[in-house]
């Protein structure tokens, strides 16, 4: 994305996705920094937000000092907020701490985080990260092992997919994932965690309205490197970029033939997906990745505008006309 006078939220929502992939991502980590100083985001609250997404960007190419400055920044601009972005942010610091040397103080400022275990489902996932970037996995199940007891105790009876659905489900799903890891042997929580996950698939599969997983779009670059990346993928985004955006040109169709008004295509990325998939254990080429990143772009709003007038510049970024380009590949 080229340097705007103005950062808006949408903007920084296109940067998530987007920067990893770029030529190059530091200089964007940077110009990101420079529109905090020079009181260039358009809401000023994103500012934890822009500098959280700085220091991501500088921790994944491993430029721990740059990643470390911003994050330290983002801590502070987020101060005493209990927003979810909040607490990543300070998830991400302690990361990043645990990568340079200082365990004793990314354990500490983890272990304040550990409560919202208790109350924010993203909260086991990135905190989990954090202690396995730090070598201390066996912490990280032990977290999760005693906020998932808590989650269950006095019941009665084992949870049903609809009422896991949200807080416990994710710390069983999270808890899961690490025990894999620690190659520990399966519990009746982790019996658990593989029925919910089925049932949730089953509903997913079943509905008659499957969105928006199948509003799920990847432009032709990152649709391309998705396939070389992972070649099992093919079955759930398409045999190549026409196949995949003809199917997600027919849902649209489908769903606008039946009163749906507001949808447009869910632009994702292959970084993107890639981190959903790391975040929750899943396999980044299967369907529960693909849905649940597919929600996770749903609910940060990054979804295109659609339909284009027939003589527009198509949805999908080709450059031709909608009429020329998509448009008529509901009809195949």
Known sequence: MPTKDVLTSADLTELRQSALG????????????????????????????????????????????AALRY??????????????D?????????????RTGRSDEALAELTALRPLLDSQPDAAAYLSAALEAGGRTDLAEQ???EAVETALRGRTAEPTAREAAGLLFFLL????????????PHDQNDNLADRLENELFRTATTTTEPEPVERLFLPRGEFGALLARW?????????????????????????????????????????GL???????????????????YAAELAGRGAQLPWPPERNEACWCGSGLKYKKCCLPRARG
Do not use: M, N
């Open 22 to 65: 770029t030529a190059d991502p530091l200089g964007i980590a940077a110009e990101l920094a420079e529109a905090v100083e020079q009181g260039r985001l358009a809401d000023p609250a994103d500012t934890g937000r822009a500098l959280t997404l700085a220091a991501e960007i500088a921790e994944t190419r491993a430029r721990l000092d």
């Open 71 to 84: 994050a330290d920044r983002a801590v502070r601009a987020y101060a005493e907020s209990t927003e979810p």
């Open 86 to 98: 909040a607490g990543f942010a300070r998830a991400l610091h302690a990361r990043i701490l645990f």
């Open 143 to 145: 977290w999760l092992t």
């Open 173 to 184: 799903q999270q808890r899961h994932r690490v025990r894999r890891e620690l190659a520990l």
């Open 231 to 271: 070649p099992g993928s093919v079955e759930a985004y398409g045999r190549d970029w026409d196949e995949h955006r003809a199917r997600i040109q027919r849902e649209l169709v489908r769903l606008a033939d039946s009163g749906r008004v507001g949808i447009g295509p869910l632009r994702g990325g292959l970084e």
């Open 274 to 292: 890639a981190g959903h998939a790391e975040r929750t254990g899943a396999d980044p080429a299967g369907t529960s990745a693909r849905a649940g």
